[in-house]
Nanobody, 111 residues
Framework: VRLVESGGGSVQPGGALKLSCTAS????????MRWYRQAPGKERELVAS???????NYADSVKGRFTISGDNAKKTVHLQMNGLKPEDTAVYYC??????WGQGTQVTVSS
C-alpha cells in the first residue's frame, strides 16, 4: 500500500491550499482517513479526520478554516485549507486506517 500526498506549497497569510492524498495497492474498507502535521521541533498533531460514515473532526486550531473530505471507494482524502496562518507551517501527512502513512508534503505560510 502506498499513500501519495500532493498540493503543498508556499502561500502568504490568508491564502489557501488544497492537499490531496490517494492510496494505491490492496487496501479495503478504510475506516478512518486523517491529516496530521508536524512543525519543526514539535510533535506530530492530528489536524482533521473523517470516518467511513463521513463524520468529521478537527483540531481546535483549524476549525472554521480547514475542511476535510474523502471518498472511501476512491481511497482519496483532501484537506482544503483557507485563511492560512504562519503557525500552520508544517509538513502535512495523510494517514489511512488501514493503509498507513504518506511521505508528507510541506506547507509554508509566510509573508
Amino acid at each position: 500500500v502506498r499513500l501519495v500526498e500532493s498540493g503543498g506549497g508556499s502561500v502568504q497569510p490568508g491564502g489557501a491550499l488544497k492537499l490531496s492524498c490517494t492510496a494505491s495497492g490492496n487496501i479495503y474498507d478504510v475506516n478512518q482517513m486523517r491529516w496530521y502535521r508536524q512543525a519543526p521541533g514539535k510533535e506530530r498533531e492530528l489536524v482533521a479526520s473523517i470516518s467511513r460514515s463521513y463524520t468529521t473532526n478537527y483540531a481546535d486550531s483549524v476549525k472554521g478554516r480547514f475542511t476535510i473530505s474523502g471518498d472511501n471507494a476512491k481511497k482519496t482524502v483532501h484537506l482544503q485549507m483557507n485563511g492560512l496562518k504562519p503557525e500552520d507551517t508544517a509538513v502535512y501527512y495523510c494517514n489511512m486506517n488501514p493503509g498507513g502513512w504518506g511521505q508528507g508534503t510541506q506547507v509554508t505560510v509566510s509573508s
